[in-house]
């Protein structure tokens, strides 16, 4: 691990840290809000021509992994800490903004996934757009200099992209929105967030 000195980092990453969570605590409000008010279900092409599978150890416990993974390794490589989570905290906040507007109810044929610690962050009407499929592109992008995080971040992705839609947690809508939206999150955390992304890059 290689030491990052000086005031203006460790700013930063406090203040990236804050960011988060308050990022997480307007996605909880929101996606709890947006499954009180969720009204019906719609047709999907896709979902109507595929079936049905119980995915939910995949969907709960995969992502878990995944996560903790993704944290161990940010945690130990301290230099990208303020752009990762400063990052990640828009596209939690911009995914929350989203998923208070429309009041579209889970697809008919979802999967219920049982009461865990998954239930206090993943919500029935927190739909648009996929997370499972969107944070992994995302990450990929943020590293893309870097041949193997990009390659597992994006086969990461594919992969729930798969479970998502085999469990017919999301829409089709939901998951292959979640590239275009999170590339363009990505472009301007590069704006929001330049000076992050340049002390990322220089080290």
């Not at 605590?25 to 719609?42: H, I, N, Q, T």
């Not at 119980?54 to 800490?81: C, E």
């Not at 989570?85 to 996934?113: C, D, M, Q, Y």
Request: one cysteine or more.
């Amino acid at each position: 691990m290689k030491k990052v000195k000086g005031r203006p980092y460790y700013i930063s990453a406090i203040l990236g840290f804050a960011f988060l969570c308050f990022s997480f605590l307007v996605a909880k409000l929101a996606g709890e809000y947006s499954s009180e008010v969720a009204g019906c279900s719609v047709n999907d092409l896709l979902l109507d021509h595929i079936p049905l599978m119980d995915v939910n150890a995949i969907h709960v416990y995969g992502a878990t992994l995944y996560w903790v993974l993704f944290f161990l390794y940010v945690i130990v490589q301290p230099k990208m800490i303020g752009c990762v989570s400063k990052t990640f905290s828009l596209f939690i906040l911009i995914r929350a903004f989203f998923n208070v507007l429309t009041h579209l109810g889970p697809p008919e044929t979802t999967l219920i996934v049982p009461d865990n610690i998954i239930n206090y962050y993943t919500f029935t009407g927190d739909l648009f757009f996929s997370g499972h499929v969107g944070a992994p592109f995302l990450a990929a992008l943020i590293f893309w200099d870097n041949k193997l995080l990009r390659l597992v971040n994006i086969i990461f992705s594919l992969f729930f992209l798969v479970i998502v839609l085999l469990g017919g947690i999301h829409y089709s809508i939901d998951v292959f929105s979640a590239y275009f939206i999170s590339y363009g999150i990505y472009r301007l955390s590069q704006i929001l967030f330049l000076k992050d992304y340049m002390f990322f890059k220089s080290l």
